[in-house]
Each structure stands twice: as C-alpha cells, then as structure tokens.
C-alpha cells in the first residue's frame, strides 16, 4: 500500500513562485517507480496533466506550463517536486500527485489528494 501527501500549495500573487511537494509512502521499499505525474482541476474545467517524469528522468510538460514549471524526484526521498514560476491567475487550481508503480509483479497507480493553489493579486 502507498500513500502520497502534496504539500506547497497556497496563495501567491501573480508573477510570484510555489514549489510543490509530493511525498510517498508505505510500501515504497518493495515499489518500483514507473512515472510521477502532477495534475491539476479547477471549477469548470477537466482534469490536466501538468507535467510528468519517469523514474529514468524524462520530463513532459503541458504547453501551457512549458517554460515556467520543472519536475524533478528525488529517488532517495521519495518524493517529487513541481516548481512553479511566473504564475498566472490561469495556473489556480488542486493539484494532484500520481504516481504509477509496480509492486510484486503488478502495475498499480496512486493519488494524493492534492495541495490547492491560489493565484490572486
């Protein structure tokens, strides 16, 4: 069993910078990483992959967060990061933590329950 906790989120003013953090834990000395994913989900709008990062360290971003966001993990913790800069009152939303896994042979894929992000002048 794995659990995942974001933290880092909070209220920033335009233009200013969050880094988010996304800690697993549990089960994770008999889990294989494959891939950590950050979503994020406001009112109105279906959910969207931010960015993602494979356990060998390629990044994916969304086209609107390119330039601004980094992921990164760190193996040895656990855990991943999103650094956010130049945030935008668009960038405001829960942002969700997902990581797929394999443990004892099986593929599994976890959720946090995500950390929320103000973005407000």
């Known amino acids: 069993q794995v659990q995942l906790v974001e933290s880092g989120g909070g209220l920033v003013q335009p233009g200013g910078s969050l880094r988010l953090s996304c800690a697993a834990s549990?089960?994770?000395?008999?889990?294989?990483?494959?891939?950590w994913n950050w979503y994020r989900q406001s009112p109105g709008k279906q959910r969207e992959l931010v960015a993602g990062?494979?356990?060998?360290?390629?990044?994916n971003y969304a086209e609107s967060v390119t330039g601004r966001f980094t992921i990164s993990r760190d193996g040895a913790k656990n855990t991943a990061y999103l650094q956010m800069d130049s945030l935008k009152p668009e960038d405001a939303a829960r942002y969700l933590c997902q990581v797929w896994g394999r443990r004892f042979g099986q593929r599994f894929e976890y959720w946090g329950q995500g950390t929320q992000v103000a973005v407000s002048s």
């Open positions: 549990g089960s994770m000395s008999t889990t294989t990483v494959i891939r």
């Open positions: 990062i494979t356990a060998g360290g390629t990044t």
